[in-house]
């Protein structure tokens, strides 16, 4: 009975959820406390929801925060713009997870900086450049997504190996399919750079998870 009302929430705002949720409860439909658990959840959500636009909104105050990789500017300058790049598509995903309804789509200035970024040869700013297509390739707006899978595919098939980068995505707690096909279909060039036997660790304990796509990136590098 509760599992089939609970099903009428989806699609629903979440104050609308809090309303059929207390209503719920009073007229004694759904057990009292599992209603005043589920409140609390969503108010949380809604909180953090909040924290992250007002965040957003704070970043995009900073109208110069790109301009250091516009123009002739210090190293440092462009690493600072580097980082602030890589925390605002960090806010953005991180408040598309959070709502759904959030559009995630990259400013003018946002997009412009990320071309920039992906031009600029990665041994300049390997981890600035790391961190920043660690957020693009699970970024939840497909044309950005595909810009970073291309760019890293490019990487790769220059033999641009940053064994430190894909050590740091392979800790992450969600890994993409399509860098598991990156891993497997490069394995051989991951092998030639000692690569290979750095990451196998961790790729086996993706696999050990049950990750199909790790379970089948292992047996290339057995």
Known sequence: ?????????????????????????????????????????????????????????????????????????????????????????????????????????????ERKALNITLLVPPELYPIQIGDILIEVLKYPVKPVKMQGNAYLDKLLEEGVIDISFWIRLLNRKYVAKRQWQQLIKYADRFKIYAGGAIITPYIKEWAERGDPGAVETLKAYQ
């Open 1 to 109: 009975m509760e599992q089939n009302l609970l099903k009428n929430l989806a699609g629903k705002t979440a104050d609308e959820k809090i309303l059929l949720l207390t209503a719920w409860a009073e007229s004694g439909l759904i057990d009292a406390d599992m209603a005043g658990e589920m409140t609390a959840k969503i108010e949380q959500r809604q909180n953090q929801k909040q924290r992250q636009l007002q965040q957003i909104k704070e970043f995009e105050k900073d109208v110069h925060a790109f301009d250091a990789l516009f123009k002739t500017s210090t190293s440092v300058a462009k690493e600072m713009a580097l980082e602030k790049l890589q925390q605002i598509l960090r806010l953005k995903r991180k408040a598309y997870l959070t709502d759904r309804y959030f559009n995630a789509e990259l400013s003018p200035a």
